[in-house]
């Protein structure tokens, strides 16, 4: 058996006991994986007072970051802390030290991943990060590894299990969007601010390192556009359910030509082949309506499942926990097995991700993506406003596949929902169409409106 | 870039051409991912004179074998022809030669999978074979690398896309088994000869090589109990549905302790912690009852997925093609540019599969695991006869969870299906209970039973 792995972790929240738990208390199996013993030299927390897991030795524990650095029983610091500052200076200084990097910071490598990628090849060092993306689903070896015949032409995920949890408990238990949240925050599931989860952000993080991996692009987070949950209204879940569909956040990389036959007759998600040629991908988080019996639609609670579509293999779908102290230890713990048997450092040296060497993939706007669409209008119950809806959707070639619109409560009462589900149309033009929409004076109100998954 | 990689490929028909075409028409992409380029040497084919895909130009082809594995270009030789003789020469011969090996054969590993293991590591060659269980479904992977830091405590998996397919069309389409079977052939998802798909065979190989992933057990196929789907009858599909459920053919794997909670108060499917402290794992392939709302439930036509519970990260689920040309190439070429990169020869040496470094588990018999049963028998529609069964059942210390009995035709008339659901009992206890009922005077036809899922 080789030379022992020395391990420090810097961090020890949630995760971080983790982690420290397994390697703690499974040493012979972890050992055995990995071809190698690993050692738990080093635990840096910012308050040592604070309860841990009783395996963690009080000498472990420090708040001393560079020493924990530059131990030279250290070969790889296990970054936890999470957030783009102090984070950042812990994996380069970690790099500059010679040190293996073991990361969850899904924000840090969506945000800085070109600059910490960087200076791990100047260090001949390697970064690992399962545990970034959809925590105990191991979707960066799926994607890095597995598929790596595969070229990418899709990806539809549940990449925040926040979000998925309450639209889980909106739909099957009837709860208001506000109810749902305050039951996920008291099961922990949720933080005490739960903005960057519910309006699509996390997603948004995880997203940009999603497509990293399958398309070589660089996404900045903010140029991902982002819809969240936070504005679902429990009516729309109520008339999705009443034409078949559930409500999912999901984070969506579309290719340009997937999905189209080669006759160009096949309609269906996804956008057409750019002009120029060259391939491109569409980068959005927003709520979909999906069929009922659809893959994803079926995922409940605080789950994550990542649907990935491959030019060779076709569908694959992988599903599991999203978060959570053990599931992203499990993934955390994966890669320091990895670096112990030599794997990584091979993947790392192979995938050149966040280089220069990319896949010539360029990142468009969503305007480009055909979708078919649920749109939600407040309307005035009186002769001719439906023949005015419907004439600038007809001025916009997008034509109507359902309708839908309730018997209102009383007759010359106030505006009526009228729910229309469109037939397959780019974006932009869907939202022009919209933006002459909410400019009639017999809507009521700004229309709501979704993308349909199929 | 590093040296060129040779490969041969044995055996040239479905999975062949997916291959050879995945190699031949996207060689950039294949030497990017794998860090060098990889060249197809030859292929080995029975008889040269049969179609191919264009991509394979006619001088790659014939039909000498040891000329391939000789040839000092070749560096892998990828064994596509099934079966367990002459493959497994071929694969011997290869390592021997000094190639590693890339194979898609199941039954060989569950058969031979100790004597080819063994001769890898005494030529110092490595053997891939992702797509030997479920197709494109990168499970091998998952399994080996990505739960590296579990130790998997069960496995319920849809291995047999035939069955699957049979299953869906008999449950949506209300088709009887011949009718499906019929159509699957059509189709291309059933051999012209489907015994070994349909009586459980080929999931039982399958479970078998994944046993050796995650228990490290040498199971011989002969070894897994089976049932298959080919004694279903369309009437057990009817009350499953009514009673919430679907039925899925699934291979299984309990290890002692599944699911127990400490208090031991925790009923759930798996067998009790046997007496004397080793680790156990149950292996069977069956059709299995499984509520609508279950993630394997949903898998539906000729897809596969495998449910892995692993004791740090809980459930993750793995779906997609489990065969067919291109999903398979996908695996294949997997492994091929994993060897590229050098990662398979890492894996291979730390995963240490078929020696005797196992993990300590030893395969009991599924008499041990506990289950809830469906169980459907014809009796005489007269008084005392569900007094005789619930008192067997009593005597068994099995107690009734829910039963249906419909109204007969009319009155007097012949036996009636009477469907019994039991709460949790050992196999073996349960199976001593429908000894006794099969011999009552009043049961006019031997019980159909099958284990629930939950």
Redesign the interface.
Known sequence: MSDTLGIALVGCGTVGNGVAN?LLSRPE??AQ???RPLALRRVVVRDPAKPRDPLVARDLISTDIRAAIHDPNVHVVVELIGGTTVAKGVVLDSLAAGKHVVTANKALLADAGAEVFEAARKAERTVCF?AAVAG???VI??LG???????VTAIQAILNGTSNFILTAMAERGMSYAAALAEAQKLGFAEADPTLDVDGSDAAHKLAVLAQIAFGVTAKPHEIARQGIDTIDAIDIGFANELGYTIKLLAEAWTGGHGHAGNGTKQSRGTAPADHGAPTVALHVAPVLLRH?D?LA?V?GAYN?VLVY?D??????????GAGR??T???V??DL??LG???AQ??F??AKLWSREGRGFTVEPPERVRSRFYLRLQVADRPGVLADITRILADEEISISSLVQHEAAEEGGGPVPLVIVTHYAATGRFRKALTRINALSTTAAPAVFFSMGD
Chains 1, 2 share one sequence.
């Open positions: 397994v199996r972890v994986r990995a071809g399962e105990g689903v191991p070896r799926a590894e597995s598929l790596a015949a595969n070229q019996t893959l079926q409940r499942a491959g060779i293999v076709g569908e694959t779908l992988y599903q599991g926990p053990m599931p230890a499990s993934s713990v994966a097995i990895d048997v030599g794997r091979r993947t040296a192979a």
